[in-house]
């Protein structure tokens, strides 16, 4: 493993650059007593930021003294329902450089689109201040090396948004696989079973007149006056440039669900994901629609860590009785979407099928034990930012990296071998010859009926067969398609340059 991904590494750095940086106003030393309040920054606060807010208005050692976002209503109004609340009204930015310069606050919290994770994260850091990061912590595998390089050298505190790392459940279901609970367990199945309509026809839309677009478009590129979809929040998570598709999305919550329950420390040998955009045109009835989206909603990642295996099969159309027996049988609890992971041990399952909800089966479907709970994933993250050890951290920079890098491999293969529409028939005798611990040809099955039960004509439309990609989990590259190396950074846009993890 590289030794910018190993943990002694990391601790030894952390100690060094704590020399370094012992005049950075950080929690403790300049910037708060033990009777003072943590200086809050939020930056990005329309959808997820607004959880971030309250989060730090219900936390008696918080206090949130600024609020960013390039969109001035949503900020203002955020700022509005803060004073309300708190008493205090925190100061507005619209350029997160300027609330960095703050001396007064101390932790940066960001909700951001992805495209914007890693920089914000590296920017505050640089800054002085500790960062909570929302998942995907980063928008492609090197931002996220770069994100650990910033927080070891500056020994900052960096929590990933994964909040299942502090789920009482969670903690408790993996505690029991990893005792034996399931017997011997090398396999895990995420699914991100869940409907997600179009997003409307590609298009050319106004952006608003209160975005600042150059801001938001940030280390993306700029398309002004052009917007392709419709809605202007949130949607960005269904057009690469910005997003990650559900496996990107969704994804990044059970793959580290998954790879922490099969204690996968690493990253995956081989990776192949099949899929495509499929089905909107029969759900708008219109043989010649275009979606605006430019991501998978229909992908099956296969990926390979040695002598353990995780698939994680993606779903956007209707989801409703899709699934096989033994899925069914599995989450039986849930209807309609189905998003969870399943372990699969030589005694039986353990399903994670919420936040607070995990539950064991024996090999005959029966429950053998339930886990359940939650706790406080911000309230971790003020407690270690306080402690100064990155120990203490639920959910550090690192495993959010490798998670995150799970659904970015994933989709690199998909985005390389999208024109490769390929018959049914073709897919399974590709699949046949993929290492896997999974059943492939049960998943091409049970994928190929959702589709046609959603009125998929797979003839018209075909699945697309992703690279079959071979990656070096220490180097961080692909090593036997050099084209694909390309998708693990882009091209960023000055200033908003995403340093590489030997400058930042
Ligand atoms: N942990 C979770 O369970 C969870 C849940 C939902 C969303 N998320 C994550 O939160 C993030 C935000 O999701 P969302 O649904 O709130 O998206 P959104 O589009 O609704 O909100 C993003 C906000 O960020 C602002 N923004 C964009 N660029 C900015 C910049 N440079 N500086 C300041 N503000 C900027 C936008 O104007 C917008 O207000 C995503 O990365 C998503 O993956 C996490």
């Known amino acids: 493993m590289a030794k910018h991904l190993t943990r002694r590494s990391f601790v030894k750095t952390a100690a060094v650059a704590g020399s370094a940086f012992a005049a950075a106003p950080a929690i403790g030393r300049a910037g708060t007593s033990a009777n003072e ?56 930015y619209t350029d997160m450089r300027k609330a960095f310069e703050d001396d007064s606050i101390n932790i940066v919290s960001t909700a951001t689109p992805n495209h914007w994770h890693a920089l914000t994260g590296i920017w505050a850091m640089q800054a002085g201040k500790d960062a909570y990061v929302e998942k995907p912590v980063c928008h492609n595998v090197h931002e996220g090396t770069a994100l650990i390089a910033a927080a070891r050298k500056y020994n900052r505190m960096c929590q990933v ?18 005792a034996g609970g399931i017997g011997t367990c090398n396999f895990a199945r995420g699914l991100c079973y869940k409907r997600r309509a179009s997003i409307g026809a590609l298009g050319d839309y ?27 929040h949130y949607d960005w998570h269904w057009q690469r ?62 990926y390979d860590y040695g002598e353990k295996c995780m698939v994680f099969e993606t779903r956007g159309l209707n989801v409703d009785d899709s699934a096989d027996d033994e899925i069914n049988k599995l989450f039986a609890s849930t209807k309609g979407n189905k998003i969870g992971v399943i372990f699969y041990g030589s005694d039986g399952y353990v399903v994670q099928l919420s936040y607070g909800h995990c539950v064991a089966y024996d090999k005959e479907f029966n429950v053998t034990k339930e886990f359940k709970g939650g706790e406080d994933h911000f309230g971790n993250f003020i407690s270690a930012c306080q402690s100064r050890k990155m120990e203490d951290l639920n959910a550090d920079v690192r495993e959010g990296h490798l998670s995150a890098a799970v659904s970015h491999l994933g989709n690199i293969s998909y985005y390389m071998g999208e024109s490769n529409k390929v018959s049914v028939e073709d897919l399974q005798s590709v699949l046949k010859g993929v290492k896997s611990l999974d059943d492939n040809l049960a998943t091409l099955d049970r994928t190929v009926k959702h589709l046609e039960k959603n009125g ?25 398609n050099s084209d694909a190396n390309q998708y693990l950074t882009r091209e960023y846009r000055a200033p908003y340059i995403c340093p590489t993890a030997d400058k930042v």
């Open 37 to 92: 309040k943590i200086g809050a920054c939020i930056v990005g606060v329309n959808g997820r930021g607004n959880s971030h807010i309250s989060a730090y208005l219900s936390d008696e050692r918080t206090e949130i003294r600024a609020i960013v976002d390039v969109d001035e209503e949503v900020g203002n109004n955020r700022c509005e329902q803060i004073e309300k609340k708190q008493g205090l009204r925190p100061k507005f």
């Open 161 to 178: 948004g994964t909040q299942c790392r502090s789920s009482r459940a969670v903690k408790d279901a993996v505690a029991f696989i990893q």
């Open 206 to 232: 106004p952006i608003p007149s209160n975005v600042n677009f150059d801001m938001w478009s940030g280390p993306a590129q700029f398309t002004d006056p052009r917007l392709t979809r419709q809605k202007f």
């Open 241 to 302: 440039m910005y997003g990650n598709g559900d496996l990107g999305n969704q994804g990044p919550h059970q793959t580290d669900i998954a790879r922490w329950g099969l204690g996968v420390d690493t990253h995956p040998n081989a990776i192949l994901t099949y899929g495509g955009r499929l089905g909107y045109q029969a759900e708008r009835k219109d043989p010649n629609y275009v979606d605006a989206g430019d991501t998978g909603n229909t992908e099956v990642s296969i």
């Open 456 to 480: 998929v004509d797979l003839q018209k439309y075909p699945i697309a067969l992703g690279a079959q990609l071979e990656f070096d989990p220490e180097k961080e590259l692909f090593t036997n």
